[in-house]
């Protein structure tokens, strides 16, 4: 678990991480959950750190919490957000989610996913796994994995 007087020392290696990109941005932590920590991140030009389809959201989430293991000793993990772009993401998969379950529900037809990144496929089949309508499936090879929503027989 991320211990609470590290907080101190990760906030100032964020900032100065982050002045030293020229980038002003509010950091916000949140409440630590075992060993991974929340970090959202507000600046007034969020694009250019979310990157096309939020990679560079990724690899920022990589590099900091690199960054930050070493800085403070200790194992943990970093949840980076910019601006709530991951939470809006995520519910978007998951209305997502619903909507073509219903159309497969009703059409009784298979309904093929664009593909995705394999933590975004994992949102639809947690989102969908309560259901009892529908099944759903990965297919192909990575970086064109995608998912199949079926009618449940």
Do not use: C, W
Request: proline share 5%; aromatic share 4%; charged share 35%.
């Amino acid at each position: 678990m991320v211990d609470k007087k590290n907080i101190k020392k990760i906030r100032g290696a964020i900032e100065e991480f982050f002045n030293k990109m020229t980038f002003d941005v509010d950091v916000e932590i949140g409440e630590p959950k075992e060993n991974t920590l929340p970090l959202t991140l507000r600046t007034d030009d969020p694009q250019i750190l979310i990157g096309e389809h939020g990679k560079t959201l990724q690899e920022l989430q990589k590099i900091l919490g690199k960054l930050l293991r070493k800085e403070i000793g200790e194992e943990m993990f970093l949840d980076l957000d910019i601006n709530e772009y991951k939470k809006n993401k995520i519910n978007y998969i998951k209305d997502l989610a619903q909507t073509v379950a219903d159309e497969v529900s009703l059409e009784k037809t298979e309904k093929i996913l664009p593909p995705m990144p394999s933590y975004e496929r994992r949102i639809i089949h947690l989102t969908l796994s309560e259901r009892s309508d529908v099944l759903t499936e990965s297919i192909g090879e990575e970086p064109d994995r995608k998912v199949v929503v079926k009618p449940r027989q």
